[in-house]
């Protein structure tokens, strides 16, 4: 099942592997430097910092709308809401010049849709070692999309585990590999994962690896710091 991106911490952390240079980017990082500026706590999720954003300055939202709402700088929301108002009017128009789209609400699509292909490929970024055939591992390489399954300690309850390897395409017995990793049932692990947390792979019940966690991009998942 497609997960939907919904938070700041979520389309923030799939930029930041995003290892392109293009205009959708930087329309992207706009985006979140207004929702980083925006001063309520609605900011960290999208949906809602949109509809706060649309009510402050008015819909449609346009740079003329923005450019036009008067700041009152006797208060601090109203500096920082403009502050936000003028990373999305940058944000309008760069796509305007360099992506033909000056709507803000199809912008956004865009960027969504873009990021969500992404999402639907990794919910964490892990360094796997696979174990020597001799060790018990697999007697051959496994391919970059390969659904072993996922163990982890703390849970008997284990999910399918698909592997995208990052700059390589193929692995053999014994290889170290970093990659992308997308849970058939990711809802099982809700706030349950920290970076550098091992786990298991598996094929059936034999473990043909282990792997180590390095970056976690689906925040759904990741253990709330006490």
Known sequence: ????????????????????????????????????????????????????LKNYFGTPLTIEKIDSHKLDISTDLS??????????????????????QSNFDEIIENILN?????F????????LQYL????????????????PQVKFDFTEMQTSGQQTFIDKE????????DAKIKLLSPDYFTESLIEDMEFEFREGS???GTGKIKHIINDKLEKASR
């Open 1 to 52: 099942m497609d997960n939907k991106i919904i938070t700041y911490s979520t389309l923030w952390n799939l930029v930041e592997i995003d290892t392109k240079n293009h205009y959708l980017k930087d329309i992207t990082t706009l985006f979140l430097s207004a929702m980083l500026d925006w001063p309520t706590y609605n900011q960290t999720n999208i949906e809602e910092f949109i509809k706060e």
């Open 79 to 100: 500096v920082w809401r403009n502050e936000a108002g003028s990373s999305i009017a940058d944000l309008i128009d760069i796509s305007t010049k360099f992506c033909n």
């Open 114 to 118: 873009y990021y969500s292909e992404e």
């Open 120 to 127: 639907n490929k990794v919910d964490f970024i892990a360094e």
């Open 132 to 147: 020597k055939t001799e060790q018990g591992g697999r007697k051959t390489p496994a391919n970059s999309g390969y659904r």
């Open 170 to 177: 193929t692995v053999y017995p014994g290889d170290k590999v």
């Open 206 to 208: 034999t473990v043909i």
